[in-house]
């Protein structure tokens, strides 16, 4: 069974006060199969482990490790690291004019297999997925991102996943933006994902109600660039109802 491990990984970013430190000795083991959640408030550093496995090459790891089946995914390129079988779902999809989706996804999948589909097969499946995603036909000869809503966007982004095929996704508040019907759908294809595939997931989100629809192993709570608490579905519960002001108020009291 794949495993993807992250171990006391520390990570800073460049800002106008200096090289700031968002990442403080985070550590997270995701399996083949597992969805882990991870929830915190705005700040905490939940974006910069996202971009981070993803290779970002805005954010600097200054210590720790992450490892994919015993390979060091720090040691990768971008390019590598999604031919290796990691996915990121991003919370701000960005528009590339001139490139339609028929062409992105085709070409893509061809980087990532390192051959081109068979256009039969591959033709009939983009279909199907659009069509799962209630995607309008039309968006594949539309230019990527380009014009869309925040919902088509998201449900692009899962359109990628279900054809690429990746071993571990990181949807990063994919579930922002989206009205309860998009959150529906967006949320199927990502189990579908998981059905077909043995998919593992690190869902990162402020709010419980993606996780009504993409069932968590695994639920974590992450402040000030560290995992505080760990725990199952329940944890988002408790959340849901209590807030993240028992954890920040230590750091408060430490100040004063």
Do not use: C
Not at 32 to 39: N, P, Q, R
Not at 108 to 122: F, L, N, Q
Not at 133 to 152: H, Q
Not at 193 to 205: F, M, N, Y
């Amino acid at each position: 069974m794949s495993v993807l491990e992250i171990r006391d990984l520390h990570v800073t970013v460049e800002t106008e006060e200096g090289t700031t430190p968002i990442l403080n000795g985070l550590s997270l083991t995701l399996r083949k199969g597992e969805t882990h959640a991870i929830m915190g408030p705005n700040g905490s550093g939940k974006s910069t482990l996202a971009y981070t496995i993803a290779g970002h090459p805005k954010y600097t790891v200054t210590g720790g490790s992450i490892a994919l089946d015993g390979e060091d995914v720090l040691e990768m390129t971008v390019d590598e690291r999604a031919r290796a079988g990691l996915f990121l779902a991003m919370q701000y999809p960005v528009e590339i004019p001139g490139v339609t989706v028929t062409n992105f996804l085709r070409t893509a999948k061809t980087a990532i297999d390192g051959e081109a589909p068979a256009i039969r097969t591959w033709t009939k499946e983009v279909k199907q997925s659009m069509k799962d995603l209630r995607m309008d036909p039309k968006f594949a000869a539309r230019n990527v991102n380009e014009g869309f809503s925040g919902g088509e966007k998201k449900r692009h982004e899962i359109l990628q996943l279900e054809l690429l095929k990746p071993q571990f996704a990181v949807l990063d508040e994919t579930d922002s933006g989206l009205d309860v019907d998009a959150l529906k759908v967006v949320s199927e294809g990502v189990n579908r994902a998981k059905e077909t595939t043995g998919l593992g997931v690190l869902l990162i989100t402020h709010y419980t109600r993606i996780l009504r629809y993409i069932d968590p192993d695994f639920v974590h709570v992450m402040v000030a660039g560290r995992i505080v608490e760990e725990g199952g579905p329940e944890l988002a519960d408790r959340l849901e109802d209590e807030g993240y002001d028992r954890y920040l108020e230590p750091a408060v009291d430490t100040e004063a």
